[in-house]
């Protein structure tokens, strides 16, 4: 298995001094069935900090953004008590919401030889056409896109930008497609080296901290912010982001184009207002490939 070659790897010295990073890429939250991994309680990833909450325990600070969690209570003055530290709370609380919308590239040819050769289909080119105009008819003000370097994501974001006149983009090696977490359960078709997980696993959850959060302290007004990347990294994100398991990322599914929408609350809620929604393409122009 994928996760037990990448403690073997940890043991043989190979992962360097980066084991602790190795098991918050790789570790799917739970052990598998067999041997004595059953009668072990399941141990947390290493990204979610001291534990995890129990089955239905929401964690209010999983951006680490709670309020209360950056004041140096020690430094609490305790002749003005309460007030001070009313204020200060007052001061590291977000006050707007963040809307977050996750782009999933367009149809691109998947036997292309290297990387740069993978480009949009004229199909995949008409499904990033309808997916700019959907977002162009919501009627946002956007603040910025942000878009995978894959060649694939580069193409979409071109064209979907010309439909979103004056909206800055970026670009980042973060959001690449990869192997983020093992799959529970896992399937037969897709078995990436425990290696992958590890290189990538490590990143995409260091796009999910980087991007995925509730709103600043300063930000005055409701932002709304464009994602475009990959399958894997959205999923992903989504998991994460509604604090379900992480591995059962692969047991979501998402069309070409399609749009997932995140709202990030002040007190940091998360809700998904939609997942993968594809429903402004005519049927013929939808895949998932």
């Known amino acids: 298995m994928a996760f037990r070659q ?10 360097g001094g980066s084991a602790a990073v190795l098991f918050s890429a790789v570790a799917v939250g739970k052990p598998r069935g067999g041997g004595d ?9 290493t990204w979610t900090g001291a534990s995890r909450p129990g089955p239905g325990v929401w964690d209010s600070n999983w951006d680490r953004r709670e309020p209360l969690s950056l004041i140096n209570l020690k430094k609490r003055n305790v ?8 204020s200060r709370l007052d001061h590291y609380k977000a006050k707007a919401t963040r809307h ?20 949009l289909t004229p199909l995949g080119r008409e499904q990033a056409e309808l997916t700019g105009l959907r977002l162009a008819s919501l009627g946002l003000k956007f603040n910025k896109i942000v878009h995978s370097s894959m060649t694939r994501a580069v193409e979409t974001t071109d064209i979907i930008s010309k439909h979103l006149p004056g909206v800055s983009r970026v670009s980042t090696d973060l959001l690449r497609e990869g192997a983020p977490i093992e799959p529970d359960p896992p399937v037969s078709h897709w078995k990436p080296e425990a290696v992958q997980y590890y290189e990538d696993g490590a990143r995409i959850e260091a796009a999910f901290r980087n991007y995925i959060h509730r709103a600043d302290a300063k930000q005055e007004e409701d932002s709304y912010e464009i994602f475009i ?18 591995e059962g990322w692969l047991r979501l599914s998402l069309n070409n184009g399609s749009i997932t929408h995140l709202v990030i609350r002040p007190n940091g809620r998360v809700a998904l207002r939609t997942l993968g929604d594809t ?4 049927p013929d122009k939808i895949t998932r490939s």
């Open 100 to 119: 977050i919308f996750l782009i999933r590239h367009s149809q691109y040819h998947v036997d292309g030889s290297l990387e740069k050769d993978r480009t």
């Open 37 to 45: 991994a059953d009668a072990r309680a399941a141990e947390p990833p």
């Open 229 to 246: 990347c990959h399958a894997n990294v959205i999923r992903y994100i989504v998991c994460r982001a509604l604090q379900f398991p992480p």
């Open 79 to 86: 002749e003005s008590g309460e007030e001070e530290l009313a």
């Open 6 to 15: 990448a403690l073997q790897l940890a043991a043989c010295g190979l992962a």
């Open 279 to 282: 429903g402004f393409m005519p």
